[in-house]
T-cell receptor
Framework: AQSVTQLDSQVPVFEEAPVELRCNYS??????LFWYVQYPNQGLQLLLK??????LVKGINGFEAEFNKSQTSFHLRKPSVHISDTAEYFC???????????????FGKGTKLSVKP | GAVVSQHPSRVICKSGTSVKIECRSL??????MFWYRQFPKQSLMLMAT?????????EQGVEKDKFLINHASLTLSTLTVTSAHPEDSSFYIC??????????FGQGTRLTVV
C-alpha cells in the first residue's frame, strides 16, 4: 500500500517570494507522482506529474517538482509566487497498475498556500 | 486536457431524501471513474471505483447501499446518496480515466442535507 505525507498543513508566504511545498511518500512498488491544486469549492486541477524519465518535472503556472527516489520525496517549488497561487495543494501517488483498484490515487492531506501582498 | 463535467455543483436536500450526482466525460471515453468525498479542510477519500458495465468496487467502510454508483456508459457515472442525513453533507468529487495513467477531475458537488 502507498501513503503520502505532506509535512506542512499551511504555508504562508509573501508575494514574489519562493515557495516549496513538501511531499514524501512510501510505497513498496514503483509509483507515479502527482501534484494537484484545488481552489475553493472546485475540483482538482493537475499541476504536474512524474511518470518516468527526468526527475525534474515542470508543470503549469510556473511550478516544478523534483522526484528524489532515495529520499522518497516529490517537493513542489515555485521561484516567485503570486496572489493567485493561494489555494490548497495536494500531492498524490498511484501504483503502476491499471484497472480495478490498481492505479488509484492516494492523496496527502493537503497544504494550504496563502500568498500575502 | 480532457474535460469532466460534474452536476450539480451545489445541492441542498431534506433529510431522508435521495440525491443523484452526475459525472460526465465530455471528450473521451471513461473506462474507469472514481468517486471521492472530501470533508472540510481534509484530503480526498476514495469512496469507490467503477468500471463501465460492471459493479463498483467500494472502499472499506463505505456503505454500498447508501452510496449507489452506476457506470452505465463510457461517458457517464452517477452517485446516488440514498436517504441522506446531515452527516452525509460533504463535498463529492468524481474523476475519470480513459486508458492511461492520468485521471481528470470534475468540479465537485457540495451536498448539504438539512
Amino acid at each position: 500500500a502507498q501513503s503520502v505525507t505532506q509535512l506542512d498543513s499551511q504555508v504562508p508566504v509573501f508575494e514574489e517570494a519562493p515557495v516549496e511545498l513538501r511531499c514524501n511518500y512510501s510505497s513498496s512498488v514503483s509509483v507515479y507522482l502527482f501534484w494537484y491544486v484545488q481552489y475553493p469549492n472546485q475540483g482538482l486541477q493537475l499541476l504536474l506529474k512524474y511518470l518516468s524519465g527526468s526527475t525534474l518535472v515542470k508543470g503549469i503556472n510556473g511550478f516544478e517538482a523534483e522526484f528524489n527516489k532515495s529520499q522518497t520525496s516529490f517537493h513542489l517549488r515555485k521561484p516567485s509566487v503570486h496572489i493567485s497561487d493561494t489555494a490548497e495543494y495536494f500531492c498524490a501517488v498511484s501504483d503502476r497498475g491499471y484497472g480495478g483498484s490498481q492505479g488509484n490515487l492516494i492523496f496527502g492531506k493537503g497544504t494550504k498556500l496563502s500568498v500575502k501582498p | 486536457g480532457a474535460v469532466v463535467s460534474q452536476h450539480p455543483s451545489r445541492v441542498i436536500c431534506k433529510s431522508g431524501t435521495s440525491v443523484k450526482i452526475e459525472c460526465r466525460s465530455l471528450d473521451f471515453q471513461a473506462t474507469t471513474m472514481f468517486w471521492y468525498r472530501q470533508f472540510p479542510k481534509q484530503s480526498l477519500m476514495l469512496m469507490a471505483t467503477s468500471n463501465e458495465g460492471s459493479k463498483a468496487t467500494y472502499e472499506q467502510g463505505v456503505e454500498k447501499d447508501k452510496f449507489l454508483i452506476n457506470h452505465a456508459s463510457l461517458t457517464l457515472s452517477t452517485l446516488t446518496v440514498t436517504s441522506a442525513h446531515p452527516e452525509d453533507s460533504s463535498f463529492y468529487i468524481c474523476s475519470a480515466r480513459e486508458s492511461g495513467v492520468e485521471a481528470f477531475f470534475g468540479q465537485g458537488t457540495r451536498l448539504t442535507v438539512v
